[in-house]
């Protein structure tokens, strides 16, 4: 299921920026786009993860499916303008709900001796996905209107929800099923006094923050500045993905050699060199074997990020840290994608390059010097054990 969701929505993206602006719209118009998804994605996540813990995964998972069906449905079908913000945030919302589940779930099937390894196969699986997604997108346009490929896309949501159906209700936790609204007021007032809330949201504003400078306008970087063709971007795209991929499922073995905490901090410095190559002008293909190493290098931190967070969580608040994790993301990612769009506009597209590597070496040495100490406390803790 999660393979054709991300199947669908990376495709949907590798070609939906490139299509506003063959329609003449511009970086602006396409960064509002990005960042009303985005923002809603990023409000509604940790409300969302709260009432996950209430409702159960499967329910919320039918409805989102439903809503990010919809949501890319509307943006591909109907013309550019008020009605596609709005179908952007209803594919927000459903991006929320999909968020939620994954990593508690990940961490309920697993066992600590092989947590490392199932989140990093989770991700290297998202990554194929991711893949064959953007090969299709880039291939699409040879035989379809992009707007048909567009819808077919979109479509795919709808099989992802009849596979979802099949899948068997968990209860949800017993003790949050009474007095609600009491239990949900007393649940974030929690979460929001932790000291870890506080410091995961900050880590993840600002990756989130850098990324959505950047990230989302590759595909126009491409086309536009270096006047690569559609097909190209979708083969660098799938290229990167696979990278990333693999950088993943070495994960594991990085962190046997440095740790967890170390280990996202050295993928994430090493990346910062060949993000800032992509700035400066350069040629087509030092361009893209700039943005390979740079996508896996950065990616490799994620799953070791995830697994570490899920892991210093108490288990009954996993689904709204994920839910926060998710929060801090998008709502940074929302407003940089404003920002960048308009940046990309009126000045070059090089300059949030620039600012996103303030950002990543900002992030890095915060993330060392706060959740070091953490892992020291969790190993002396399995000690004990």
């Known amino acids: 299921m999660s393979f054709i969701t991300t199947l669908s929505t990376g495709a949907f993206n590798m070609l939906f920026g490139i299509v506003v602006l063959q329609l003449g719209r511009g970086e602006g118009f396409l960064g509002q786009i990005l960042a009303m998804g985005l923002l809603a994605t990023g409000v509604l996540s940790l409300p969302v993860g709260i009432l996950t813990d209430l409702w159960g995964k499967k329910r919320t998972l039918l409805l989102a499916l439903g809503l990010t069906g919809t949501g890319l449905f509307g943006q591909a079908a109907l013309p550019l303008g008020n009605l596609t913000l709005g179908f952007s945030i209803l594919f927000g919302i459903g991006q929320a709900m999909l968020g939620?589940?994954?990593?508690?779930?990940?961490?309920?099937?697993?066992?600590?001796?092989?947590?490392?390894?199932?989140?990093?196969?989770?991700?290297?699986?998202?990554?194929?996905?991711?893949?064959?997604?953007?090969?299709?997108?880039?291939?699409?346009?040879?035989?379809?209107?992009?707007?048909?490929?567009?819808?077919?896309?979109?479509?795919?949501?709808?099989?992802?929800?009849?596979?979802?159906?099949?899948?068997?209700?968990?209860?949800?936790?017993?003790?949050?099923?009474?007095?609600?609204?009491?239990?949900?007021?007393?649940?974030?007032?929690?979460?929001?006094?932790?000291?870890?809330?506080?410091?995961?949201?900050?880590?993840?504003?600002?990756?989130?923050?850098?990324?959505?400078?950047?990230?989302?306008?590759?595909?126009?970087?491409?086309?536009?500045?270096?006047?690569?063709?559609?097909?190209?971007?979708?083969v660098v795209l799938s290229t990167s993905q696979v990278g990333t991929a693999l950088a993943g499922l070495l994960a594991p073995y990085l962190i046997l050699k440095m740790g967890k905490v170390k280990s996202v901090v050295v993928s994430q410095l090493v990346s910062i060199p060949f993000l800032l190559m992509i700035a400066l002008p350069q040629s087509l293909g030092i361009v893209i074997l700039s943005f390979l190493l740079r996508s896996a290098f950065m990616n490799m931190s994620y799953p070791i990020s995830s697994c570490f967070t899920m892991e210093i969580t108490p288990t009954e608040q996993r689904a709204s840290v994920a839910s926060l994790v998710g929060m801090a993301q998008n709502l940074s990612r929302a407003a940089s994608a404003i920002f960048g769009g308009w940046l990309m506009e009126k000045t070059n597209y090089s300059v949030p390059?620039?600012?996103?590597?303030?950002?990543?070496?900002?992030?890095?040495?915060?993330?060392?010097?706060?959740?070091?100490?953490?892992?020291?406390?969790?190993?002396?803790?399995k000690r004990i054990e």
């Open 100 to 234: 939620v589940a994954t990593l508690p779930i990940l961490m309920e099937i697993s066992i600590p001796e092989n947590r490392a390894q199932l989140f990093s196969l989770n991700f290297s699986i998202t990554m194929a996905a991711l893949v064959l997604g953007s090969l299709i997108a880039g291939t699409a346009p040879d035989y379809f209107s992009p707007q048909w490929a567009l819808i077919g896309f979109a479509l795919l949501q709808v099989v992802a929800f009849g596979i979802s159906l099949r899948l068997s209700e968990e209860k949800a936790i017993p003790r949050y099923h009474t007095q609600t609204i009491v239990k949900l007021k007393s649940y974030s007032k929690l979460l929001l006094r932790s000291d870890l809330v506080k410091d995961v949201f900050i880590y993840n504003t600002l990756i989130g923050f850098g990324a959505g400078l950047v990230i989302p306008f590759f595909n126009i970087f491409l086309t536009k500045r270096l006047k690569a063709p559609i097909y190209m971007v979708g």
């Open 353 to 381: 390059y620039f600012i996103t590597t303030i950002l990543y070496l900002i992030a890095s040495i915060f993330y060392w010097k706060v959740f070091t100490p953490r892992e020291k406390e969790l190993c002396f803790v």
